[in-house]
């Protein structure tokens, strides 16, 4: 077969391939893989799960609502608490669950603050001032409060809704986590004591 | 007389100041109001619903919230960043332009673009390919016309 032969398709074999510029094609493979990068990170930090007892909890810093300190200030640093057991309790005013234990956790806070071992903080999640206010008004709520802003505490313990009831030993770690309501005053007492005593 | 003039006065004074006071009110932000906002938002506790149609207390309590503010004289863009600071940023219908966010802006046009360039570019294949092969397709028209007169004509015999 000569040149003078020539078919159709050799041409277009023959024809001059413009692929896209090599550094186009790199560009393009780095943002795919940042992108599924950054996904993966996402999906296994959203599937973490709750914390577990015996994970050290990290510094936060709560403002309490007006009306409301601990030891003369307005705001609370969990890292200023050490060697006390803290009782982190998330509600909202929305949450009728809540309402079945507001009146049993004021009643044990009410035990245990002469003490002066324990200290029970309330996180309010994703809540309006108002209706927050008068909740803490019709349960009596004495210890400190204060709203979640940014809902970043609530994001750290990744909770799952409220209430939840997470407590912490004198070291800082997480020594037990309550999903839902509490049922009685013993209850949160039979969490408590065993810590007092560590 | 002197003295009821002054009286009369004062009275006129003071009525004045308190219509100006009723006029100086804002109304109370119909509900199609507060939902343009709210609808700009989305539930804290569910997934995936705006604001403006759900059904929970929580969210009931956020469109008071809304109204109130509205009533204050606050605009959607201070509403929506009072609930992205108090709440965090997830509670936004459109995320801020800010950070890893701007990702949801970028790569989805990029994407579209580039499919564009592939589409753009295959096409352009397939005509090249197309005219390139053109010389000998176009030869068989007439062929293909002559074999079928000829079926035609046969057929014809047959009747």
């Known amino acids: 077969m000569n040149e003078g032969n020539s078919t159709p398709n050799a041409e277009v074999e023959a024809a001059p391939k413009r692929g896209v510029p090599i550094w186009i094609q790199v560009i393009i493979w780095l943002l795919l893989l940042g992108l599924l990068a950054i996904i993966a990170f996402n999906m296994k930090r959203s599937q973490q799960g709750s914390l577990k007892v015996g994970d050290p909890i990290q510094n936060f810093t709560l403002s309490f609502f007006d009306g409301y300190q601990f030891q003369g200030k307005p705001e609370i640093n969990l890292s200023d608490l050490k060697g006390k057991v803290v009782v982190v309790n998330f509600w909202a005013s929305w949450c009728k669950p809540c309402e079945q234990e507001a009146a049993a956790l004021e009643s044990v806070w009410k035990t245990y603050e002469s003490g002066g071992q324990v200290v029970f903080v309330g996180v309010d999640y994703v809540d ?11 349960f009596g709520i004495t210890f400190p409060n204060g709203p979640d802003v940014g809902t970043k505490i609530s994001q750290y313990f990744r909770i799952t809704g409220v209430p939840e009831t997470y407590f912490i030993d004198q070291a800082g770690n997480l020594a037990y986590a309550q999903i839902g309501p509490f049922g009685s005053e013993s209850e949160i007492q039979a969490i408590i004591d065993p810590l007092i005593q560590k | 007389m002197k003295r009821f003039l002054w009286i009369f006065l004062a009275v006129s004074l003071f009525s004045l100041v308190w219509v100006g006071n009723v006029f100086a009110q804002k109304p109370t ?3 199609d109001e507060v939902n343009a906002v709210a609808s700009q938002m989305f539930c804290p506790v569910c997934e995936n619903t705006p604001l403006d149609v759900c059904p929970t207390q929580a969210c009931a309590q956020w469109r008071e919230l809304i109204r109130t503010k509205l009533s204050e004289g606050w605009n959607a863009d201070q509403i929506k960043q009072y609930f992205a600071t108090q709440y965090g940023v997830r509670v936004l219908a459109e995320p801020p332009r800010q950070g890893l966010n701007w990702l949801v802006y970028i790569v989805p046009p ?3 673009v580039i499919g564009v360039y592939i589409l753009f570019r295959a096409f352009r294949s397939m005509h090249t390919v197309n005219q ?18 000829r079926i035609e004509e046969e057929l014809k015999k047959r009747n």
């Open chain 2, 110 to 112: 990029f994407l579209i």
């Open chain 1, 128 to 138: 309006t001032e108002p209706e927050a206010r008068k909740y803490l008004s019709n």
């Open chain 2, 29 to 31: 932000p119909s509900d």
């Open chain 2, 132 to 149: 390139l092969a053109g010389g000998e397709t176009e030869p068989n028209g007439p062929a293909t016309d002559e074999y079928t007169s």
